[in-house]
């Protein structure tokens, strides 16, 4: 796989299986275990409400970014059971191809990439009916938060509203290269 592709599988969009909920004890244990500072910064941070497709997308960005072994309950919040997260690229074949995974499956390839990105969505466009939504995003990737964008591509996000808030169903994603750069009408 190349460096674009395993960059794109690790930050994205965007991107799924059984979700564990767990809510956190109401008070902590009385011995707590030491953690690194950003463990312990990352498990601090509240989840995002999803309350419209806006914050959606700001709490997905957010779950999305920071370092590889930040605590991910978050993520795994935004997403339905069973969601999907499908990047595309080009396989060792030289064919382009999903490759199907769950939340989980995503965040095993980020913990073994074992670095840190911040993926944000610079241009949103989305259809709505009733309670389904489908958002055509494009994102960059950046090695810190204000870095330079090395990364980008577009993400076609379902969503479903259960009366209280978005969740996810499902991101493709693609990663923009030489030979198939964004279009200009999905530039910032």
């Keep these: 796989m190349n460096r674009s592709a395993l960059v794109v599988l690790a930050a994205g969009l965007?991107?799924?299986?059984?979700?564990?909920?767990?809510n956190p004890?109401?008070?902590?244990?009385?011995?707590?275990?030491?953690?690194?500072?950003?463990?312990?910064?990352?498990?601090?941070?509240?989840?995002?409400?999803a309350k419209t497709l806006d914050d959606l997308i700001k709490a997905l960005d957010?779950?999305?970014?920071?370092?590889a072994d930040k605590e991910r309950t978050c993520m795994r919040q935004l997403f339905y059971p069973d969601s999907r997260l499908v990047p595309v690229g080009r396989t060792r074949e030289g064919v382009f191809a999903p490759r199907v995974l769950t939340v989980d499956n995503w965040i095993e390839?980020?913990?073994?990439?074992?670095?840190?990105?911040?993926?944000?969505?610079?241009?949103?466009k989305s259809e709505t009916f009733a309670h389904i939504?489908?958002?055509?995003?494009?994102?960059?990737?950046r090695p810190?938060?204000?870095?330079?964008?090395?990364?980008?591509?577009?993400?076609?996000?379902?969503?479903?509203?259960?009366?209280?808030?978005?969740?996810?169903?499902?991101?493709?994603?693609?990663?923009?290269?030489p030979t198939e750069p964004l279009p200009e009408k999905d530039l910032p």
């Design 109 to 124: 390839a980020v913990q073994k990439r074992n670095g840190t990105f911040f993926e944000r969505q610079v241009k949103v």
């Design 14 to 22: 965007l991107c799924s299986p059984a979700f564990s909920q767990a």
């Design 25 to 49: 004890p109401a008070s902590p244990p009385a011995n707590p275990a030491p953690q690194s500072a950003s463990a312990a910064q990352a498990a601090a941070a509240p989840c995002l409400p």
């Design 144 to 177: 810190t938060p204000d870095g330079k964008a090395t990364v980008r591509g577009i993400n076609s996000i379902q969503a479903v509203f259960d009366g209280a808030r978005w969740r996810i169903t499902q991101i493709e994603w693609q990663a923009e290269s």
């Design 62 to 67: 957010d779950a999305i970014s920071g370092p």
């Design 133 to 141: 939504a489908q958002l055509w995003t494009t994102y960059e990737i």
